[in-house]
């Protein structure tokens, strides 16, 4: 089975600051790769995705990822973050040989402090 | 354009109670699947389906059950409700159109929150 792990639970930063949450996933074949951000009480959102082609992937916002194949890792950026911004991001991971069930990290609590 | 709607936003229930979640998917979404986050916790698989007849099965305790009916539309039924059951169901769907497809992607509804007290 997949697994998703999440570094550093809990990140404050100032507006402007950059961002980047690390995403580690365990799981021998071929994969589907997801951000998702929570807002405060709301619903899962999605940031980015990957399927295949180009390693760096541009999202909504102005996030971005990059999928590290040697390295089982996809980890989000931002350069410039907003107030706006603070949120729970989820890492996932789907198998592309299988049900389609999302395999989430813990989750990364981000709060931007204005 | 048509999200997923999930209903009701808002559940309070007795332990020992029932309650039944319910989840209309995107139209011509042919995949539905619940999950249980608890208190600050992510997101865990309970259940899918695809063409009304379940595809997997993750970490659902025996007192719940779910469906999908011929509309597409899934109810997740609680028994014997636990204060541990306290929880955002979220129900997500997806178009798959055959088993073992590689990239689809899944769209989340706003979730419901069940308390039980």
């Known amino acids: 089975a997949q697994s998703v792990s999440q570094h550093n639970h809990h990140v404050i930063l100032s507006e402007a600051a950059s961002l980047e949450l690390g995403c580690n996933y365990s799981y021998g074949g071929t994969v589907n790769l997801f951000w998702y951000v929570q807002y405060p009480g709301q619903h899962l959102q999605l940031l980015l995705k990957y399927f295949s082609g180009d390693p760096l992937v541009k999202g909504i916002k102005g996030f971005e990822a990059e999928f590290i194949k040697s390295k089982f890792s996809f980890n989000l950026r931002k350069p410039s973050v907003q107030w706006s911004d603070t949120a729970e991001y989820f890492c996932?991971?789907?198998?592309?040989?299988?049900?389609?069930?999302?395999?989430f990290g813990k989750g990364n609590q981000v709060v931007v402090i204005p | 354009a048509a999200g997923v709607i999930q209903s009701p936003r808002h559940l309070i229930k007795e332990k020992r109670e029932t309650a039944t979640l319910k989840c209309y998917p995107i139209?011509?979404?042919?995949?539905v699947y619940w999950y249980q986050q608890g208190p600050g916790q992510d997101p865990q698989f309970l259940i899918s389906?695809?063409?009304?007849?379940?595809?997997d099965k993750g970490s659902i305790p025996d007192r719940f059950s779910a469906q999908q009916f011929s509309d597409y539309h899934s109810e997740l039924n609680m028994s014997s409700l636990e204060l541990g059951d306290s929880a955002l169901y979220f129900c997500a769907s997806s178009s798959i159109r055959q088993p073992r497809v590689k990239n689809t992607e899944a769209f989340f509804g706003q979730g419901t929150r069940l308390t039980v007290v």
């Open positions: 389906f695809y063409e009304k007849m379940q595809s």
């Open positions: 996932a991971v789907t198998s592309t040989y299988g049900n389609n069930r999302l395999a």
């Open positions: 139209p011509r979404h042919d995949t």
